[in-house]
T-cell receptor, first 115, second 116 residues
Framework: NAGVTQTPKFRILKIGQSMTLQCTQD?????MYWYRQDPGMGLKLIYY???????DKGEVPNGYNVSRSTTEDFPLRLELAAPSQTSVYFC??????????????FGPGTRLTVL | AQKITQTQPGMFVQEKEAVTLDCTYDTSDQSYGLFWYKQPSSGEMIFLIY??????QNATEGRYSLNFQKARKSANLVISASQLGDSAMYFCAMREEGGSQGNLIFGKGTKLSVKP
C-alpha cells in the first residue's frame, strides 16, 4: 500500500530557479493538501484541492502554484525560488464523505533548500 | 490569536514513566476534531490519536491517550510507560469540521526527550 508518495525527497535550488514537487495518492481521496514546515514550527497550509480541477489557497500561498488534473496527482510548482521557501514540504490527502472527513494521511516530505 | 497552543517547547521524561504533553485550542465551531502526530528525527508525520468534539469518552490508542476537557478547550496527550523510541517532536492539530477545507491547523510542537 503506497498511500501518499512524494518526489523528490531532497532538492537544492538556486535562487530564481523553478521546480515541481510531485505528490500522488492511491487511496481515491478527494481532498489533497500541501503544507510547509519551517524549522522548529508546525505545518502551515499552502494550497488545497477538493477534487480534480478545483484548487484554492491556504494560509501561505505566495510563490507557489498548484494544479489537480486527476484525483491521484497534486503537484506543487515553485516559480522563481527564494531563500524564504527553504522548508520541508508535506503533501497530504483526506476523504470527505459528505458528512465528515476521514483521517488525514501524509507523504514522507520533501526537504527543499534554496541557496 | 493562535488556534492551537502548545506551551512546552521541550520536555524530558524518564524511561518507563508517564508524560503529559499539553495542548489548548481555540475554535467557535461546534464540530471539530483534534489530532496528535509524532515526528521523529527522520521527518515523517506519524498519526497517533484522534478525538472528535462529540466523543464523550477520551480516545485511547495503546500507550497513548487523549485527555479531552472540552470546557477548558484542552486536548492533552498522555504517553504511558515512555520508551526511548518515543523521543520525537509531537504536534497537536485541529480540524474545524464546519469549514470546507478539512485541513489541519497545527501547533508549534513539543520536543520530547526520553532519558534512559
Amino acid at each position: 500500500n503506497a498511500g501518499v508518495t512524494q518526489t523528490p525527497k531532497f532538492r537544492i535550488l538556486k535562487i530564481g530557479q523553478s521546480m515541481t514537487l510531485q505528490c500522488t495518492q492511491d487511496m481515491n481521496h478527494n481532498y489533497m493538501y500541501w503544507y510547509r514546515q519551517d524549522p522548529g514550527m508546525g505545518l502551515k497550509l499552502i494550497y488545497y484541492s477538493v477534487g480534480a480541477g478545483i484548487t484554492d489557497k491556504g494560509e501561505v500561498p505566495n510563490g507557489y502554484n498548484v494544479s489537480r488534473s486527476t484525483t491521484e496527482d497534486f503537484p506543487l510548482r515553485l516559480e522563481l525560488a527564494a531563500p524564504s521557501q527553504t522548508s520541508v514540504y508535506f503533501c497530504a490527502s483526506s476523504y470527505w464523505g459528505g458528512s465528515e472527513f476521514g483521517g488525514q494521511y501524509f507523504g514522507p516530505g520533501t526537504r527543499l533548500t534554496v541557496l | 490569536a493562535q488556534k492551537i497552543t502548545q506551551t512546552q517547547p521541550g520536555m524530558f521524561v524518564q524511561e518507563k514513566e508517564a508524560v503529559t504533553l499539553d495542548c489548548t485550542y481555540d475554535t467557535s465551531d461546534q464540530s471539530y476534531g483534534l489530532f496528535w502526530y509524532k515526528q521523529p528525527s527522520s521527518g515523517e508525520m506519524i498519526f497517533l490519536i484522534y478525538q472528535g468534539s462529540y466523543d464523550e469518552q477520551n480516545a485511547t490508542e495503546g500507550r497513548y491517550s487523549l485527555n479531552f476537557q472540552k470546557a477548558r478547550k484542552s486536548a492533552n496527550l498522555v504517553i504511558s510507560a515512555s520508551q526511548l523510541g518515543d523521543s520525537a517532536m509531537y504536534f497537536c492539530a485541529m480540524r474545524e469540521e464546519g469549514g470546507s477545507q478539512g485541513n489541519l491547523i497545527f501547533g508549534k510542537g513539543t520536543k520530547l526527550s526520553v532519558k534512559p
